[in-house]
């Protein structure tokens, strides 16, 4: 029994506990218990209807949890005297558990774990491994997070005035893609897959509404993602992105996240996370990086200065000019923007090296590494300097 | 979310406000610093930003390689060192501001006197691993 498409049942079977009564902080748990206890009997017992199973189980241990607690002997009275609710639009429920768990009153970190919880259906020791942060604090975070939502709503009279276009502001749909973008983005590796799982959870949304930006999102995490294999070398140096070998790029992957994004596109609604995933269709495009089209992705980074007004955008669309106008277009596109910003000194020092300097480049490589924010980062930019100094002294 | 690590220092840091060596206080003060520090660590479980705290011992060693099939040199410990550590608390916070004001919380333990130390932490942020997205 395949662990993901269990955990793909979460959404559904958390709803159905909620919409039978059972408040959204001991109905995750009692999911969760569920899905320990799926993943230890399916494999030798499969169920014919493992979303019931799910819901039977964790109902039942939805009572026991409740029953044990003598204060909600009152609730537990009036749950159990409650009929079993039919079928629910799924749809609508994982868009509500969704809003939910990415829920503005959150931080995002309470809100990442929860919607890797709640909707993802990992444990809380499966996200603390994969955060780097011991097993106690994870489970606090997720349970003040829990006690954070559990005001703002999913009782069973809500659930059901939402039902009907709540989901679709496009407000709404920006959180949900936020914390989903943190998922995706976070480097660490660890047993959990964060990338694959934060494309798990992309395309179950996209399923669930229809959105261009959460298409453009979708696109932009498989176009990314089509080029992991080749984005570090065996020894986990960081290979950048001129230097990959192209043809470890997974063309499958590529294909599927293009498609996606021209569907996007053609609805004539642009956002920043389709303007991203064009931008990196184009490089997915070039056979060489020499073939770069450089002119169009500087249009994009245009686009997307105005949608989003970042200065890391600027940043980046500066090193795009330099590719597509010269260095000297670039180190102007430079000039304008605050040297404080991270990775300016890096972008500086590779501008300086196209324009020939090798001497300013040497000396900026090496700062850049002493400002890098992360190690791998560093590591890249030191071999940079230690390059440069190399061609300086011959 | 970002660690940082706060590093506490027995030598090398500058000089507290209230700068009276552990071993002048009464009892009671070390009790109590004791408690505010362990209170702070299990509050940072709660708020689920605590990831480690570790103290160390005043003295260690030295030890270099000394070349092939020879066992390794030690030596000291030297009393000129100036930088000698004396624990840390790593955290997990969502801002380089939280990560100051935990810092200042943790400064404040009370010292001699029950008053506040207004020890100086060092605050160093972890180098992580690189994000996906970059370009």
Known sequence: MDEALIRSL???VLTVLVRRGADFAAAEDAVQDALVEAVRVWPA???????????????????????????????????????????????????????????????????????????????????????????????QRISRGKRTVSDVGLSPARAHSRAGGRFDRPGDV?????????????????????????????????AAIDHPEVAGLLALMLLHHARRAARTAPDGSLVPLAEQDRGRWDTKLIAEGVEILQAALARDRLGEFQAQAAIAALHADAPTAEETDWVQIVEWYDELTRLTDSPVVRLN???????????????????????????????????????????????????????????????????????VNARLSR | MAKYLLLKHYRGAPAAVNDVPMDQWTPQE??????????????????????????????????????E????????????TKDLIAGWMVI?????????ELAGELSAAPGAGGKPIHEWLELRPFLTAPPTITE
């Open chain 1, 10 to 12: 979460t959404p559904s």
């Open chain 1, 45 to 139: 017992d499969p169920p014919r209807d493992a979303k019931g199973w799910l819901v039977t189980v964790a109902w039942r241990k939805f009572l026991d949890a409740t029953r044990a607690d003598a204060a909600r002997r009152r609730r537990e009275e009036r749950v159990e005297e409650e009929p079993a609710s039919g079928p629910v639009p799924a749809a609508d429920d994982t868009l509500q558990l969704y809003f939910l768990c990415a829920h503005p009153s959150l931080t995002p970190a309470s809100a990442v774990a929860l919607t890797l919880r709640a909707v993802g259906g990992l444990t809380t020791r499966q996200i603390a491994q994969a955060y780097l942060v011991p097993e106690a604090t994870m489970a």
């Open chain 2, 92 to 100: 997990d916070v969502d801002s380089y501001e939280r990560a100051v």
């Open chain 1, 317 to 387: 669309r500066a090193v795009a000019v330099g590719e597509a106008d010269g260095p000297r277009a670039g180190l102007a596109a430079l000039a304008e923007l605050d040297d404080a910003l991270p990775r300016h000194t890096a972008v500086a020092a590779y501008l300086h090296e196209c324009d020939g300097d090798l001497a300013t480049a040497a000396r900026l490589y090496a700062e850049a590494a002493h400002k890098a924010p992360n190690l791998a980062e560093r590591d890249h930019l030191t071999r940079q300097a230690a390059r």
């Open chain 2, 30 to 67: 070390i009790s109590a610093h004791v408690q505010y520090m362990n209170d702070f660590a299990a509050r940072l479980e709660k708020t689920g930003e605590f990831v480690d705290g570790q103290a160390l011992a005043p003295e260690g060693k030295w030890v270099r390689y000394d070349g």
């Open chain 2, 69 to 80: 099939g020879r066992p390794p040199v030690t030596d000291g410990p030297f009393a000129e």
């Open chain 1, 174 to 206: 920006a959180t949900v893609l936020r914390v989903l973008y943190l998922v995706f983005n976070e480097g660490y590796s660890g047993d959990v897959d964060l990338a694959a799982e934060a494309i798990r959870l992309t395309r179950q949304l996209a």
